[in-house]
């Protein structure tokens, strides 16, 4: 659309005064003095904008860090038909761009679907994290609340963006989850897409790499609904955030739900461009206290009646009492306990300090390889001789490999040593341990998820 004014501007110089109030709101202002003020346009040739610019350099290098924002602006001037070309005034040869790559209406490319878990948009999300397994109190009233209807109403039901905040794990990732969980069940047709925000920022990272930046914004901006967990992890890396800050845009112009969940309030994400933590704001921000002790016990309670166990009420009540960190915490003793019971050993009091000593408290037992090895039984729920034994099962394998690799990371043991207490095995097959787990990190969630909680239990020590 060419408005026009009672100066009547040429066409072109009308086209690109209004393509530049969009982009003015699209870069961030030194990009948007330096890159765009310079740029000169010359003609319009049907549907196709002519640029000039100073050099090929130049020109490159708008194309490839500005591609999107110049097409999002000159679409909305001359419609999704349109072009642009450049004319280089040390090179006075015109060179057309193809914007048309950029704006297919169905994505082709999904930064998931290395992944085979992912293969459709919701893929990523775990089914256990759902609304009948969050327990609703208190401590999470508003967000649960604000959850519930957004799962009715996506993007329209008032609270968008939906910023989610507390300290660790008390329930931000289930809560947001259980979200896009029943939105799919409410709206099959739906595209709801869970990601953290480090596998958004691997998978832009990768995206630059491979020429594939203006797919992966394009897979985005055609969502209906986007969780991004752990957002303040973008603080500090100002190319992502200027993409998600795109993204974030378009899907709310179009009503797009909008979901995040962050370790601190908005105001105290250091690091994060201004007008990004005021579109935070802009919707719900809501926070997760920690549960208070009734709330803890029903958390338990769901849990084990989830996973088909009794255990009992004093031995709940003793748990509930004394693990007052965080739901994590609380949950990764129930699981020991669990696991232990598994193994044989009878639930007592005494046992339960053990695991309550191992788990939370142990903060001056020396990290060695017994200590890993035991953790790592704990969290699989495998005995640890079996993790010495020569078993080639895959679900022993796994939880073996992992406890060489972190024996390698957090011990000073050579491969030898690390192989003579796993049953003798030679130092090259710790090698391959190791080295296998540094590869499947990359791909596998679970396996991430599980190197992540145990090394945090480990640098807590
Ligand atoms: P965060 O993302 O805030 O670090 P998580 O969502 O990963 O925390 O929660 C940690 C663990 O605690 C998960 O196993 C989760 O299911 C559980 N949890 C947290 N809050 C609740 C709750 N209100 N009801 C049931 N389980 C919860
Ligand atoms: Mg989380």
Redesign the pocket.
């Known amino acids: 659309m060419i408005k026009s004014t009672a100066t009547e501007l040429l066409p072109h110089v009308q086209v690109w005064t209004n393509c530049l109030i969009t982009l003015q709101e699209l870069l961030p202002q030194s990009s948007y003095n330096t890159w765009m003020t310079p740029i000169v346009p010359v003609g319009l040739d049907g549907k196709t904008l002519i640029l000039q610019v100073p050099s090929m350099f130049f020109r490159d290098h708008i194309e490839e860090n500005f591609l999107s924002q110049l097409g999002t602006a000159l679409f909305k001037e001359l419609g999704e038909d349109a072009d642009l070309a450049y004319s280089v005034i040390v090179d006075q040869s015109i060179k057309g761009v193809n914007l048309k790559s950029q704006k297919n209406q169905k994505p082709a490319f999904n930064p998931f679907e290395n992944r085979s878990q992912f293969g459709d948009y919701g893929g990523n999300l775990n089914l256990d ?1 759902n609304f009948e ?3 609703q ?1 208190d401590c ?1 009233k508003l967000a649960y609340a604000a959850g519930v209807k957004i799962s009715e109403k996506p993007g329209t039901a008032g609270f968008n963006p939906l910023m989610v905040y ?1 300290g ?8 947001v989850q259980a979200i896009g969980n029943q939105i799919r069940a409410n709206y099959p047709e739906k595209r709801v897409v869970y990601v953290t925000t480090e596998q958004f920022i691997s998978q832009f990272v990768e995206a630059l790499r491979d020429d594939l930046a203006g797919q992966f914004m394009n897979f985005y901006m055609n969502i209906d609904v986007l969780i991004i967990d752990d957002i303040q992890f973008l603080t500090g890396k100002t190319q992502t955030q200027e993409q998600f800050f795109n993204i974030f845009n378009r899907l709310h112009q179009n009503n797009k739900q909008i979901i995040m ?1 962050s370790d601190c309030a908005p105001k105290d994400l250091k690091g994060m461009h201004e007008r990004l933590t005021t579109r935070f704001k802009w919707g719900l921000t809501a926070d ?1 206290q920690a ?1 208070g002790f009734e709330t803890r016990l029903a ?1 338990l309670k ?1 849990k084990i009646e989830a996973d088909g166990y009794e255990i009992e009420p004093e031995i709940l009540e003793y748990l509930a009492s004394t693990v007052d960190t965080n ?2 915490e609380l ?1 990764g003793v129930l699981i020991s306990i669990m696991a232990r019971n598994v193994m044989m050993e009878r639930i007592d009091l005494d046992m339960v300090k053990q695991v309550i000593a191992n788990v939370v408290m142990d903060v001056d037992e020396e990290i060695n390889i017994g200590s890993i090895t035991r953790m790592v039984s704990e969290y699989y729920m495998i005995p640890e001789e079996a993790l010495k034994a020569t078993s080639r099962k895959r679900d022993i394998v796994i939880p073996r490999q992992v406890a060489m690799y972190l024996s390698r990371e957090f011990t000073h043991s050579s491969l030898k040593m690390i192989g003579d207490f796993f049953g003798g095995k030679d130092h090259t097959t710790v090698m391959h341990a190791v080295n296998n787990i540094k590869n499947q990190l990359a791909n596998d969630v679970d396996l991430k998820q599980a190197i992540a909680t145990l090394q945090k239990r480990l640098e807590n020590r």
């Open positions: 994290y397994t969050f327990v109190a999470n507390g660790v794990g008390l329930g931000k990732t289930h809560l969940t997760l549960p958390i769901k739901v994590r949950i």
